[in-house]
């Protein structure tokens, strides 16, 4: 959620106002509880404190947990029995972005139900509770609510995470790229507790260089570090920590698809793997899909985005799930991706199979993929053109089962994405110009 700088307050005056008469209405008449955790960035501390105020003044009581990751929010959020949970962060964007991401009580996204209410509040007005209001009530004397610090709150976190530890990790030399982030005063003290010898990069915030040449969007300078220090293995999280991709000892880069094959084979063999399925978006590489095929595992897909990864896990009670992008959320375990521990699934394989990652990526072959957006009038009618989906089917057809197309409207702006994957480069990008040129010749671009 992106909120100008004006609104932030409103934010926080709002929710600490509408978790205090949820718990009136209950009959208790305690202040609401809301936790916060922030990344790096510089204006994290402008948005931290700008929360702050507008809860308080709401009679809220607000716990910090300072610099932190966003599955640890998700945690302690849960498990400490707070109202909700926000985490100040733009992920995986450079510091001049930021926003927040707003957590229920059970440390999964906020419904949309309760955000709509958040945004009608900013827009000048809400329906709430049967009456409207355009200003949220202040508190007064001893209902003034009160700041906490939480630190201890992140330090249960790292605990947990330290306590799920299968294996030692004594004898592994393990690179982290903490991208200048969250990750930056977490992830090095749970290895570090778990036994490995690690070696750190970007872990020197300065609230400018958060994902600067760095992380999981970056990773090349982690894949550099593996071979250069002969490392075992390589972990890079993005700024707020809630992803990981890893670097084999060889220097190749292992996607959130490989994460989702090596550990769903492992739960598959040990009898673990709920439902016999791992969801996955649509963005998936093909070569995950055939290799998941191969294994006998099926494969759930969804739109792109964790939170309808999360959505189908809970739906259909799966246990593991996620996105290339790394994203990828162990169920029985977290209520978020969270990049720290997927490297320590991931040591949990290599150490049990007792194998180097490249080994256990082996059964699986990424195909190359292009993509190509198409700028459009309107999404629809290009979309659902009788003469476009024809051409859609034909290249289908022409791909048969050594490949795949993947037509899709973009979320966010008035493109369409036309995405293919197949045996060569080359083939990809014809078969991608095919039906882009049809698309052009149809007049639907702008």
């Not at 008469?21 to 510089?42: H, M, N, P, Y």
């Not at 998700?74 to 949970?85: I, W």
């Not at 294996?167 to 200048?180: E, K, P, T």
């Not at 896990?313 to 969270?338: N, V």
Request: with cysteine; hydrophobic share 35%; charged share 25%.
């Amino acid at each position: 959620m992106h909120v100008p700088a004006d609104r932030r307050k409103n934010i926080g005056r709002f929710l600490g106002w509408y978790y205090g008469e949820l718990r009136s209405q209950r009959g208790d008449g305690s202040q609401a509880r809301v936790v916060i955790g922030k990344d790096t960035r510089r204006s994290s501390y402008m948005f931290e404190y700008a929360l702050v105020a507008g809860l308080t003044a709401s009679g809220a009581e607000a716990c910090m947990l300072h610099v932190t990751t966003t599955p640890s929010v998700a945690y302690v959020t849960h498990m400490d029995d707070f109202d909700c949970g926000i985490m100040i962060s733009a992920s995986h964007n450079p510091y001049y972005d930021n926003g927040i991401k707003l957590l229920s009580a059970g440390g999964e996204k906020m419904d949309e139900d309760t955000i709509s209410l958040i945004e009608d509040y900013l827009d000048g007005g809400v329906e709430v509770f049967g009456k409207r209001l355009t200003e949220v009530p202040l508190a007064t004397g001893e209902r003034i609510g009160r700041t906490v610090d939480y630190v201890a709150g992140r330090n249960r976190y790292i605990g947990y995470l330290i306590s799920l530890g299968q294996y030692s990790f004594r004898g592994m030399r393990v690179g982290l790229d903490c991208a200048n982030g969250s990750a930056w005063n977490i992830a090095k003290s749970v290895f570090d507790a778990l036994g490995a010898k690690t070696y750190v990069i970007n872990a020197d915030p300065d609230g400018l260089n958060i994902n600067r040449d760095a992380g999981s969007t970056h990773i090349e300078a982690l894949q550099r570090y593996v071979l250069e220090q002969h490392l075992d293995v390589g972990f890079a999280y993005d700024g707020d920590a809630d992803r990981c991709l890893a670097v084999d000892e060889k220097g190749n880069v292992v996607t959130g698809d490989h994460i989702l094959y090596i550990y769903g084979s492992y739960m598959k063999e040990r009898g673990k793997l709920a439902e016999n399925t791992v969801v996955a978006t649509v963005m998936s590489n093909f070569g995950f899909f055939k290799a998941m095929d191969e294994a006998g595992i099926h494969t759930a897909q969804t739109k792109v985005g964790d939170k309808y990864v999360y959505e189908y896990m809970m739906q259909h009670g799966c246990r593991l799930g996620g996105e290339q992008s790394g994203h990828i959320i162990f169920s029985k375990y977290a209520t978020t991706g969270d990049g720290i521990l997927t490297s320590m699934k991931i040591m949990e394989v290599m150490l049990a199979k007792k194998k180097p990652l490249s080994a256990l990526c082996e059964g699986m072959t990424m195909y190359p993929q292009v993509l190509r957006n198409m700028r459009v009038k309107d999404k629809p009618a290009a979309q659902n053109d009788a003469v476009v989906q024809a051409k859609i089917a034909e290249v289908a057809d022409t791909l048969g089962s050594t490949g795949r197309i993947l037509v899709r409207e973009s979320g966010t702006e008035p493109v369409i994405r036309v995405m293919v994957e197949a045996q060569s480069e080359e083939q990809c990008r014809e078969l991608v110009d095919s039906v882009c040129d049809v698309i052009q010749a149809r007049g639907h671009c702008v």
